[in-house]
């Protein structure tokens, strides 16, 4: 066997080891100095591995802590808030949140209204042009 044909065959047999690793489910580590091409091989087997159908079904522990978390959230009673957001011991918003949040609901509208104007009124005129120098009444 030639010197290059052993080398090879080495390589593939640590290819072979890294693929046993993974399918064994432990962590596997590529060898140190790989080719680009060697290194885009390992790639691979990790990724076929991860998108196994093995690695799509859940851990039991986690589906047993699932469980439990939505069975207790059942159990919980319904929270009857219609604005859960607010604080509880207050039913009602004052009136100055409701001017701070209507001045700023209005100073948005204001800036989108001055920002569509100010676009539209660069654009305008490259419209313009374009209609103009396809119009055949103009030509004349």
């Keep these: 066997m030639s010197r290059e044909d052993h080398e090879r065959f080495e390589a593939y047999l640590e290819l072979e080891r890294y693929i046993e690793e993974l399918q064994a489910g432990h962590i596997a580590h590529p060898p140190g100095e790989l080719t680009p091409a060697q290194a885009r091989i390992y790639r691979m087997a990790a990724l076929f591995r991860s998108a196994s159908s093995e690695e799509a079904t859940p851990r039991p522990a986690f589906v047993a802590a699932l469980l439990a978390h939505l069975e207790q959230e059942r159990q919980q009673p319904l929270q009857t808030h219609l604005f859960p957001f607010l604080p509880q011991g207050r039913s009602h918003v004052s009136r100055r949140a409701l001017l701070a949040g209507g001045a700023a609901v209005a100073a ?21 042009r374009k209609y103009h120098a396809a119009c055949t009444d103009c030509a004349r």
Excluded at 110 to 127: K, M, R, Y
Aim: proline share 5%; glycine share 0%; no cysteine.
């Design 108 to 128: 948005s509208l204001v800036v989108l209204l001055l920002s569509a104007s100010l676009f539209e009124a660069a654009i305008a005129p490259q419209e313009w």
